[in-house]
């Protein structure tokens, strides 16, 4: 890594102008919400005491990692981190294929702590998930890590002990492969992205419980209701937001944590900070993105570069070229680009919900920065995001333009209302025909009766296994890398408080860039990656047809800032078992409205983009809200391990055990 010592270089006509123009063209109205929906980051410019290092790399086989607090400011108010050796993003660990590493980590903190290897094949005594693999490292204790480094590419790290990640605990691996690297390059860097709250978690985490709507401050307006009718109409008008009312859902809310209390950072520094790499004319540049934050999805684009996208979770696919990528919380892309000028360039990380983002900066020169770019106009959910339906009417549609609702009947509507939409919690429902909700309970529980599909047993799978959730199908499943054809399956379990919506026609989760992205080809003219395009460089290695199918629902509860899977949270769940070698597939039903990022540990989530001889390897998948998706998984990594959202606070609900036995 040969990256300059970013003293203060001077900083970017960061014009105000450039920020408000960013948010006009978003979904923000009033006075107030503009004020209050800049990036805090940018609010104060006061300089730091003192210029900020770059992150350092540790190279070898022996790692003494020292767990503890200290002092940050990147708010213009000092708050306490948690670091790794003093480092926010800890350091940058890299390693070589095949060997074995040692990683002596000491907890310094006055609570437990732990260090998770994100991606990391290996077994489970390692792999650093309290309660589950280990019992955490205790204060004043230190831990030895010790594993075989079977695999390259880009990783990271981060604890999985309470919410420490979210206040800094999480650094980079780079792994350089045992054999000829088939990706060129000259030079690279690693391009951490993160979130940061002067909040405590605990605090951000006690405001969503309290309010789910907390931190989202672009709810629609009286301004937009005439701007609606002018575009739609009155009736299409009142009904979608009659919709939205009654649900008492924000069609707005995209991210449950937004640039109201964060500060979206590149390798530790803030937008004004500027990350700064260098680069020669005509260099092939590897940069290998990561998205270490808590909360926020990020999509990256570097405005006048294409970006090949040559690994993915850090196994190399088939390069495809874009313009724009979207990367989950936990997800690994490297890209390569080639700068043809002298000039710099922006690289450019917007929240997934525009209320801020991550910048820094490539130029062939320190002291020369690109212009900041304008945030793209916020998104805003539509029925099809609820899994209502609405894929197969052509086009998608984004910014407050649900399909149109041509060829549905007002009893059509209402029937998919009642199905896709669970209002049994809502005490307030006023005009909700509540006569119908019975019915459609009995209606779906009857599909749970062995007469109606006996492909399927909807709590134990295989006798011989116990104790299993979730659906599992085991007959005629559809053909590796292709996918599911499986019926949606709702359990009893999903009829609980613990969910207040349900997909009942979810939509491909595949060939989808995502709410946000989807018409930035039309409307920009870029190039979006979706998961489609991802095909992995090298053969399949388990060409093995999947023996059964397991339907995992992923839901919650908004009102109550309650996540789950299956409508179980994970303090009442049993574990998943798995038979040791056996061959599986996944299929992950989105019945909420936001995008969840699965992370499977100990195993790889073969993702079934349609290509049975060329399935990309990922760790985290993304799943679209209101969409399903599918991959296949070998277990061939004996124990217990951990399978949840990565977003860092619906953790605690949306989680699993998987235990391969
Ligand atoms: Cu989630």
């Not at 350089?176 to 860097?189: H, I, L």
């Not at 307006?221 to 009654?246: C, H, P, Q, Y």
């Not at 899994?387 to 984004?398: F, L, N, Y």
């Amino acid at each position: 890594m040969e990256k300059p010592n970013n003293g203060r270089i001077q900083l970017p006509q960061l014009s105000r102008r450039t920020f408000v123009t960013g948010l006009a063209a978003g979904a923000v109205t009033g006075a107030a919400a503009s004020a209050l929906a800049l990036p805090s980051g940018l609010r104060a410019a006061s300089p730091r005491p003192e210029p900020r290092q770059a992150v350092q790399t540790l190279r070898g086989n022996h790692f003494d990692l020292g767990i503890g607090y200290t002092r940050v400011n990147f708010t213009g108010r000092e708050r306490q981190a948690t670091t790794v050796n003093g480092s926010l993003p800890a350091p940058i660990l890299r390693w070589k294929e095949g060997q074995k590493v040692t990683l002596n980590v000491t907890n310094n903190l006055a609570h437990d702590s732990s260090i998770h290897w994100h991606g990391l094949i290996l077994p489970t005594d390692m792999d650093g998930v309290p309660g589950l693999s280990f019992n955490g490292i205790q204060p004043g204790e230190t831990y030895r890590y010790e594993f075989q480094v079977k695999q390259s590419g880009t990783y990271w790290y981060h604890s999985h002990s309470g919410f420490q990640e979210q206040t800094g605990l999480y650094g980079a691996i780079v792994i350089d492969p045992a054999e000829p690297d088939p990706v060129a390059y000259d030079r690279e860097y690693v391009v951490l992205l993160s979130d940061w709250s002067d909040e405590s978690p605990l605090e951000i985490y006690g405001h969503l419980k309290k309010e789910s709507h907390y931190y989202n401050f672009r709810r629609r307006t009286v301004g937009d209701l005439w701007s609606d009718i002018r575009e739609k109409g009155v009736a299409r008008t009142f009904r979608e937001r009659g919709m939205w009312n009654r649900m008492r859902m924000s069609d707005t809310d995209i991210s449950d944590v937004t640039g109201y209390t964060y500060t979206y950072l590149m390798n530790g520094q803030t937008p004004e900070d500027n990350w700064t790499a260098l680069f020669k004319r005509g260099e092939k540049v590897r940069l290998r993105f990561i998205n270490a934050a808590a909360m926020t999805i990020f999509d990256v684009r570097i405005p006048g570069l294409k970006m090949t996208v040559v690994a993915s979770d850090g196994q190399n696919i088939e390069p495809v070229t874009v313009d724009e990528f979207r990367i989950g919380v936990a997800e690994t892309y490297d890209v390569i680009v080639e700068p043809a000028d002298d000039r710099a360039y922006t690289l450019f990380a917007q929240g997934i919900d525009r209320t801020g983002f991550a910048r820094g900066t490539l130029t062939p020169e320190l002291g020369l920065y690109a212009e900041v770019p304008p945030m793209d106009y916020a998104p805003v959910l539509t029925h099809r995001d609820m899994g209502m339906g609405h894929g197969d009417h052509g086009s998608p549609r984004e910014r407050g333009a649900p399909a149109p609702h041509t060829g549905h009947g007002p009893a059509a509507s209402s029937g998919e209302m009642h199905g896709g939409m669970d209002h049994s919690q809502h005490g307030d429902m006023g005009n909700m025909d509540h006569s119908q909700h019975g019915s459609m309970n009995s209606m779906d529980h009857s599909q749970h009766s062995p007469g109606s599909d006996t492909n399927y047993t909807p709590y134990g799978g295989r006798g011989n296994l116990g104790g299993m959730q979730g659906v599992w199908f085991t007959e005629n499943l559809g053909r590796a890398g292709h996918g599911s054809n499986k019926p949606i399956v709702h359990l009893p379990s999903e009829f609980a408080y613990t969910v207040d919506m349900r997909a009942d026609q979810p939509m491909d989760g595949l060939n989808d860039p995502g709410i946000g992205l989807r018409d930035h080809q039309q409307r920009y003219g870029r190039r979006v990656l979706n998961y489609g395009d991802l095909r992995n460089l090298t053969p399949t290695i388990d060409k093995r047809e999947p023996e059964r199918e397991l339907q995992l629902h992923l839901t919650g509860n908004m009102h109550r800032y309650v996540w789950s899977m299956d409508g179980i949270q994970f303090n009442d769940a049993e574990p998943l078992m798995l038979k040791y070698g056996e061959r599986i597939r996944i299929t992950l039903v989105n019945d909420t409205m936001m995008t969840h990022p699965i992370h499977l540990h100990g195993m790889w989530s073969e993702l079934e983009t349609g290509d049975g001889n060329r399935i990309p390897r990922k760790h985290t998948i993304l799943v679209q809200p209101g969409a399903k998706i599918s991959y296949l998984v070998t277990a061939d990594a004996y124990g217990r391990w951990a399978y949840h959202c990565h977003l860092l606070f619906h953790m605690p609900g949306m989680f699993r055990e998987v235990r391969v036995v």
